[in-house]
Protein backbone atom coordinates (compact mmCIF):
# COMPACT_ATOMS: atom_id res chain seq x y z
CA UNK A 1 0.00 0.00 0.00
CA UNK A 2 3.31 1.92 0.87
CA UNK A 3 4.29 1.87 -2.77
CA UNK A 4 1.27 2.63 -4.45
CA UNK A 5 0.71 6.06 -2.30
CA UNK A 6 3.90 6.86 -3.32
CA UNK A 7 3.98 6.10 -6.98
CA UNK A 8 0.58 8.28 -6.97
CA UNK A 9 2.28 11.45 -4.53
CA UNK A 10 5.07 11.45 -6.96
CA UNK A 11 2.29 11.49 -10.02
CA UNK A 12 0.44 14.05 -8.37
CA UNK A 13 3.29 16.42 -7.06
CA UNK A 14 4.12 18.21 -10.75
CA UNK A 15 -0.14 19.76 -10.31
CA UNK A 16 -0.26 19.99 -6.84
CA UNK A 17 -0.33 24.16 -7.42
CA UNK A 18 -3.77 23.74 -9.03
CA UNK A 19 -5.08 22.68 -5.53
CA UNK A 20 -2.33 25.14 -3.46
CA UNK A 21 -2.69 28.12 -5.49
CA UNK A 22 -5.93 28.07 -7.42
CA UNK A 23 -8.01 26.37 -4.62
CA UNK A 24 -8.73 23.37 -6.82
CA UNK A 25 -10.19 20.11 -5.14
CA UNK A 26 -7.72 17.81 -6.79
CA UNK A 27 -4.41 18.03 -8.57
CA UNK A 28 -5.15 15.24 -10.56
CA UNK A 29 -6.78 12.39 -11.41
CA UNK A 30 -4.10 10.45 -8.66
CA UNK A 31 -4.52 13.10 -6.81
CA UNK A 32 -8.41 12.36 -6.69
CA UNK A 33 -7.82 8.88 -6.26
CA UNK A 34 -5.30 9.69 -3.04
CA UNK A 35 -8.32 12.07 -1.49
CA UNK A 36 -11.00 9.99 -1.46
CA UNK A 37 -10.07 6.56 -2.59
CA UNK A 38 -10.34 3.88 -0.28
CA UNK A 39 -8.11 0.62 0.23
CA UNK A 40 -9.68 -2.63 -1.28
CA UNK A 41 -8.42 -6.25 -0.57
CA UNK A 42 -8.38 -9.32 -2.82
CA UNK A 43 -9.54 -12.76 -1.06
CA UNK A 44 -9.95 -16.41 -1.42
CA UNK A 45 -12.86 -15.64 -3.31
CA UNK A 46 -12.14 -12.96 -5.38
CA UNK A 47 -11.99 -13.43 -9.28
CA UNK A 48 -8.83 -11.87 -10.15
CA UNK A 49 -7.75 -11.52 -14.15
CA UNK A 50 -4.68 -10.42 -15.65
CA UNK A 51 -6.28 -7.77 -17.04
CA UNK A 52 -9.95 -5.97 -16.67
CA UNK A 53 -12.01 -4.07 -19.10
CA UNK A 54 -13.73 -0.95 -17.61
CA UNK A 55 -16.59 -2.42 -19.20
CA UNK A 56 -16.17 -5.61 -18.05
CA UNK A 57 -16.11 -4.55 -14.18
CA UNK A 58 -19.07 -2.03 -14.28
CA UNK A 59 -20.92 -4.94 -16.07
CA UNK A 60 -20.00 -7.71 -13.16
CA UNK A 61 -21.39 -4.95 -10.60
CA UNK A 62 -24.72 -5.81 -11.61
CA UNK A 63 -24.74 -9.66 -11.23
CA UNK A 64 -23.41 -8.99 -7.60
CA UNK A 65 -26.42 -7.69 -5.15
CA UNK A 66 -24.92 -5.10 -3.10
CA UNK A 67 -21.85 -4.95 -5.06
CA UNK A 68 -20.43 -1.51 -6.10
CA UNK A 69 -18.09 -0.24 -9.28
CA UNK A 70 -14.68 1.24 -8.52
CA UNK A 71 -12.26 3.04 -10.33
CA UNK A 72 -8.32 3.73 -9.50
CA UNK A 73 -5.16 2.66 -9.29
CA UNK A 74 -3.68 -0.66 -7.92
CA UNK A 75 0.19 -1.58 -7.49
CA UNK A 76 1.23 -4.01 -10.36
CA UNK A 77 4.75 -5.42 -11.60
CA UNK A 78 6.12 -2.29 -9.43
CA UNK A 79 4.38 0.04 -10.70
CA UNK A 80 0.75 1.94 -10.14
CA UNK A 81 -1.59 1.03 -13.00
CA UNK A 82 -5.10 2.77 -13.87
CA UNK A 83 -7.84 0.18 -13.16
CA UNK A 84 -11.24 -0.72 -12.56
CA UNK A 85 -13.11 -3.66 -10.12
CA UNK A 86 -16.48 -4.48 -8.91
CA UNK A 87 -16.16 -4.71 -4.85
CA UNK A 88 -18.32 -4.89 -1.96
CA UNK A 89 -17.53 -4.02 1.35
CA UNK A 90 -14.06 -3.70 1.74
CA UNK A 91 -13.52 -6.78 -0.91
CA UNK A 92 -12.58 -6.98 -4.31
CA UNK A 93 -14.85 -9.59 -5.90
CA UNK A 94 -14.00 -9.60 -9.62
CA UNK A 95 -10.46 -7.34 -10.54
CA UNK A 96 -7.39 -7.40 -12.11
CA UNK A 97 -4.73 -9.56 -10.33
CA UNK A 98 -2.56 -6.93 -7.95
CA UNK A 99 -0.63 -6.35 -5.02
CA UNK A 100 -2.30 -3.10 -3.56
CA UNK A 101 -5.83 -1.24 -4.68
CA UNK A 102 -6.77 1.81 -3.91
CA UNK A 103 -9.93 3.55 -5.55
CA UNK A 104 -13.26 5.63 -5.39
CA UNK A 105 -16.50 3.39 -5.17
CA UNK A 106 -18.65 5.55 -7.53
CA UNK A 107 -22.57 5.72 -7.83
CA UNK A 108 -24.30 3.35 -11.01
CA UNK A 109 -25.94 7.05 -11.87
CA UNK A 110 -22.66 9.14 -12.27
CA UNK A 111 -21.33 6.21 -13.69
CA UNK A 112 -23.52 5.93 -16.84
CA UNK A 113 -24.19 9.76 -16.67
CA UNK A 114 -20.23 10.52 -17.03
CA UNK A 115 -20.50 7.22 -19.82
CA UNK A 116 -22.69 8.64 -21.68
CA UNK A 117 -21.61 12.34 -21.80
CA UNK A 118 -17.93 11.36 -22.33
CA UNK A 119 -18.26 8.60 -24.61
CA UNK A 120 -15.81 6.20 -22.52
CA UNK A 121 -16.04 2.98 -20.25
CA UNK A 122 -14.23 4.45 -17.97
CA UNK A 123 -14.95 7.38 -15.58
CA UNK A 124 -12.27 8.75 -13.69
CA UNK A 125 -9.36 7.18 -15.30
CA UNK A 126 -10.36 8.34 -18.80
CA UNK A 127 -8.55 11.18 -18.63
CA UNK A 128 -11.02 12.73 -20.62
CA UNK A 129 -11.06 17.27 -20.82
CA UNK A 130 -14.30 17.00 -19.68
CA UNK A 131 -13.17 15.48 -16.40
CA UNK A 132 -11.26 19.01 -15.51
CA UNK A 133 -14.02 20.69 -14.17
CA UNK A 134 -14.70 17.41 -11.58
CA UNK A 135 -11.01 18.03 -10.76
CA UNK A 136 -11.36 21.74 -10.32
CA UNK A 137 -15.15 21.54 -8.18
CA UNK A 138 -14.77 18.05 -7.07
CA UNK A 139 -17.34 14.97 -7.54
CA UNK A 140 -20.93 16.25 -6.92
CA UNK A 141 -23.03 14.86 -4.25
CA UNK A 142 -23.26 11.35 -4.58
CA UNK A 143 -21.00 10.63 -6.73
CA UNK A 144 -18.68 8.77 -4.12
CA UNK A 145 -20.60 5.41 -2.34
CA UNK A 146 -19.42 3.91 0.91
CA UNK A 147 -16.92 1.13 0.62
CA UNK A 148 -13.66 -0.10 1.04
CA UNK A 149 -10.91 1.61 4.52
CA UNK A 150 -10.10 4.42 5.01
CA UNK A 151 -7.33 5.76 2.23
CA UNK A 152 -4.44 7.76 2.36
CA UNK A 153 -5.99 11.14 2.76
CA UNK A 154 -9.22 10.00 4.36
CA UNK A 155 -10.18 11.01 7.93
CA UNK A 156 -9.72 7.81 9.58
CA UNK A 157 -6.57 7.25 8.52
Known sequence: MEELTEALTGLEL???TLVDDSEWAHASVEGLVLDLGTWW?????T???PQVTFSDAFSEVGR???????EGYVWSGGQAVAAAWCGLGGAVLYGPRAEAYLGVPLSPHF???TQQRNGTAAVLMSKHPRLLPLLRDG???G????GGRPG????GA
Do not use: E, K
Open 152 to 155: PRSG
Open 41 to 45: SAGPA
Open 47 to 49: RLQ
Open 139 to 141: LPR
Open 14 to 16: PFR
Open 64 to 70: NHGAVYV
Open 111 to 113: CRR
Open 143 to 146: AVLP
